[in-house]
């Protein structure tokens, strides 16, 4: 009696790597970004005398106050909504508005680093560095969204 065996062979295939949106890419740098902001505000906290200037009503060089508080809210409100507009914009004011928005938080995110001893001079490098990264990576692909050719109107240009 003879058995019949099969070889198996494992042959290694390449995984799937379908394009994704450009809207997709936006949005989860934006994601990527408020996380990082969230977490770097959250350990800046760990800095020796921080809380005890918060608990005496300063953050910074600015007394806390409603409109301080605001003005955070909005500084961080702001990437939180590109996350949906990201999605949810027609393209082109999406783009228009990722390179608008992308551009003006690089300041916001280095301004980060006003005040900071030199011994937080690596964290600060690191976390703004980070951030920037993303920032141009939401420029890039915003920058480089890409374009469909127009359609023509007249018939008679068609070839």
């Known amino acids: ?65 409603g409109t301080l508080m605001s003005i955070f809210f909005v500084v961080i409100a702001i990437p939180a909504l590109m996350v949906v507009l990201s999605m949810a914009l027609p393209a082109r004011v999406n783009r228009a508005t990722n390179l608008v928005i992308a551009s003006l938080y690089i300041p916001v995110m280095v301004f980060n680093a006003a005040g900071a001893s030199w011994d937080w001079a690596f964290y600060y490098g690191l976390t703004i560095g980070v951030e920037v990264l993303i920032l141009a990576f939401i420029l890039r692909s915003a920058g480089t969204w890409p374009r469909t050719p127009a359609i023509p109107t007249d018939p008679a240009t068609i070839t």
């Open 1 to 65: 009696m003879s058995r019949t065996s099969t070889i198996r062979t494992n042959t290694p295939s390449r995984l799937d790597n379908p394009p994704i949106p450009v809207q997709a890419k936006l949005a989860a740098a934006w994601t990527s970004l408020m996380f990082l902001v969230i977490y770097i505000d959250y350990f800046h906290l760990y800095q020796p005398g921080e809380i005890d200037e918060i608990r005496g009503g300063v953050i910074f060089e600015f007394d806390i106050s």
